[in-house]
């Protein structure tokens, strides 16, 4: 008997002949877990609700995008655990069960929130951020405090800590997002963090002087 595949998340599949561009199962998984996070209305984080707010954005039909909507919640992100339930919309037409049992409407995990700052971008990482570390027990609180600073003085470094973390579980490379441990990427080879280390070690080391040397010299460059 062939063994069921491992439930995969593919927010950062790309094609293989154009590696910029996300595939549109990534794009779709991108905008649910968008939408599970930043919609506060339960109509809106129904399976519906969520192919209609997709659709009018692309402006197409939202019945065309149902299925794969509903695969990707049933199949993907409700197994992984990176959404969940979060109640249920009483139904006043349709089969008198479907009535009484109503419609699920769903919410991100903390898990969950973890993917969605990885690539809903540095706007809304703030708030997102502080429920992330509201929900974390303390082995995930240390590294609060200097995420914490990096998000206000280094945004875009601190997003792509993120990105990488949740990237190299995607790509095999953790075997799990939770525990929330950022030296779980020690183990895996990526020359822009190293690049970046070796540029900040040596610049806490540079005289004040040197220190506004290099600040211009990169301000000339970038």
Request: positive net charge; contains cysteine; hydrophobic residues 35%.
């Amino acid at each position: 008997m062939k063994s069921e595949s491992k439930p995969k998340l593919a927010i950062f599949d790309t094609f293989k002949t154009r590696s910029n561009d996300l595939t549109g199962e990534a794009k779709r998984q991108r905008a649910i877990i968008s939408i599970l996070g930043n919609s506060a209305n339960p109509a809106e984080r129904t399976r519906t609700g969520i192919s209609q707010k997709i659709a009018k954005k692309q402006e197409i039909s939202w019945k065309n995008i149902y299925s794969g909507i509903f695969r990707d919640l049933d199949e993907i992100l409700l197994p992984m655990e990176i959404a969940e339930e979060d109640g249920r919309l009483p139904l006043k037409r349709g089969p008198k069960a479907l009535q009484e049992k109503g419609i699920p409407y769903y919410h991100l995990t903390k898990k969950g929130i973890l993917v969605g700052l990885a690539i809903n971008g540095i706007e809304t990482m703030g708030p997102q951020l502080k429920e992330f570390f509201s929900r974390s027990d303390s082995i995930e609180k240390e590294f609060e405090k200097v995420l914490t600073k990096f998000m206000t003085t280094s945004p875009v470094f601190t997003y792509s800590i993120l990105q990488k973390y949740v990237k190299a579980f995607c790509e095999d490379k953790i075997n799990e997002l939770l525990p929330f441990d950022l030296s779980k990427l020690k183990n895996i080879s990526d020359e822009n963090l190293i690049i970046q280390k070796e540029i900040l070690s040596a610049f806490v080391k540079l005289s004040s002087q040197e220190k506004k040397d290099v600040v211009g010299f990169l301000e000339k460059i970038t």
